[in-house]
């Protein structure tokens, strides 16, 4: 069930094959994702991302304009259907729902969310935030669902209770996932010094009970969290 502390889950990976699917959009070894860094040279050493960089490089471009990224969106919808409604008590019916999940990738000496405008830039402490902070309603719940390790700097650092500070690394493997309250409680990346990329995508799901028509506030990068743009509605 449903627990804001974190929770972790995990699913039965020969129902997707999320990875087969993802080596195919990024023309790459489904078995060495974690190396993925490595199709770009250098990429090592690119400079640290700023939060709007972070989610438009190479990698993103790639991944949104494959020709296979609708049947990618398509799994993502019955993997909510199947793994996620279910998570929610049986009268519970209706749900608004990300309609593009957001992919992440954390490759080595960067971080996956960036550098926030204003922030000084701590390799211990990147791109620290709550997502109210960028405008996001709050009925929103938060998951995770790692395509490769999510492990020490390469991870999510989480707290468990708004504003309590005990950050604490979410720790996964493909086959897993995790919720937590992310609207809330405060998160961040580390610069990933593990060698390994981080490979993720994660969404936001709330019932269509606590979805409010009427909020209007843009998200971030311009879109509006209703459903048509941010958001679909779905059912079990």
């Known amino acids: 069930m449903i627990n804001s502390r974190g929770t972790y889950y995990t699913y039965d990976k020969s129902k997707y094959q999320f990875n087969e699917l993802l ?14 860094h490595t199709k770009i040279k250098d990429s090592e050493n690119w400079n640290i991302f700023k939060q709007v960089e972070a989610v438009k490089t190479p990698f993103h471009k790639m991944y949104y304009e494959s020709p296979y990224y609708n049947t990618w969106r398509d799994l993502y919808y019955k993997f909510i259907k199947d793994e996620i409604f279910p998570l929610f008590p049986i009268e519970v019916n209706e749900f608004i729902v990300q ?12 971080s996956s969310i960036g550098i926030r405008d204003g922030e000084d830039f701590n390799p211990n402490l990147v791109g620290l ?15 995770i669902l790692p395509f490769t390790d999510m492990f020490d ?19 996964m493997s493909y086959g897993s996932f995790f919720h937590f309250w992310g609207n809330k409680c ?6 990933n010094t593990t060698g390994k990329s981080r490979l993720s995508y994660d969404f936001r799901i709330m019932p269509l009970s606590s979805y409010d028509e009427y909020f209007s506030t843009p998200s971030y ?16």
């Open 186 to 191: 405060r998160h961040h990346n580390k610069i």
């Open 153 to 171: 700097e390469n991870s999510v650092f989480y707290e468990s209770e708004p504003n309590k500070g005990d950050f604490t690394p979410i720790k």
């Open 99 to 110: 309609k593009d999940p957001s992919v992440r990738f954390c490759i080595p000496n960067n």
């Open 221 to 236: 990068h311009g879109r509006k969290f209703i459903i048509g743009d941010y958001y679909i509605k779905m059912s079990r």
């Open 23 to 36: 080596a195919k959009m990024m023309e790459w070894d489904k078995d060495n994702l974690s190396n993925i």
């Open 129 to 143: 935030h709550c997502d109210t902070e960028f405008g996001h309603p709050p009925g929103e719940l938060n998951f």
